[in-house]
Nanobody, 126 residues
Framework: QVQLVESGGGLVQPGGSLRLSCAAA????????MGWYRQAPGKQRELVAS??????????????NYLDSVKGRFTISRDHTKNLLYLQLNSMQPENTAVYCC?????????????WGQGKQVTVTS
């Protein structure tokens, strides 16, 4: 099992910045991809950014992917030494308001697994 705990949500003004963190614990060596999803009220959940490494997320840098609307403004990164996943959100706009959740995917006991954090509210408002 893998446990994910997010931190860093809150209120921010338009144009402002925020950093979300996701602490991973447990069988992290089984994980090959991690990402940030968000869900705004009345909308479907969408993948904002992800980082993956076919050899395992702990083995080094991975391939990153972003939702088109956040490219150039949001950055996903990982601190291997602390088992932390980050999402840096810059130039934020009201449409970025949502609950942001950390996600991890892996293989454990030869079965695919997916894990979720509890989510953090991010609100962009003046």
């Amino acid at each position: 099992q893998v446990q994910l705990v997010e931190s860093g949500g809150g209120l921010v003004q338009p144009g402002g910045s925020l950093r979300l963190s996701c602490a991973a614990a447990g069988n992290i060596f089984s994980i090959y991809a991690m990402g940030w999803y968000r869900q705004a009220p009345g909308k479907q959940r969408e993948l904002v950014a992800s980082i993956s490494n076919r050899n395992g997320i702990t083995t080094g840098s991975g391939e990153t992917n972003y939702l088109d609307s956040v490219k150039g403004r949001f950055t996903i990164s990982r601190d291997h030494t602390k088992n932390l996943l980050y999402l840096q959100l810059n130039s934020m706009q009201p449409e970025n308001t949502a609950v942001y959740c950390c996600d991890a995917e892996g293989i454990l006991d030869q079965s695919p697994r997916e894990y979720w954090g509890q989510g953090k509210q991010v609100t962009v408002t003046s």
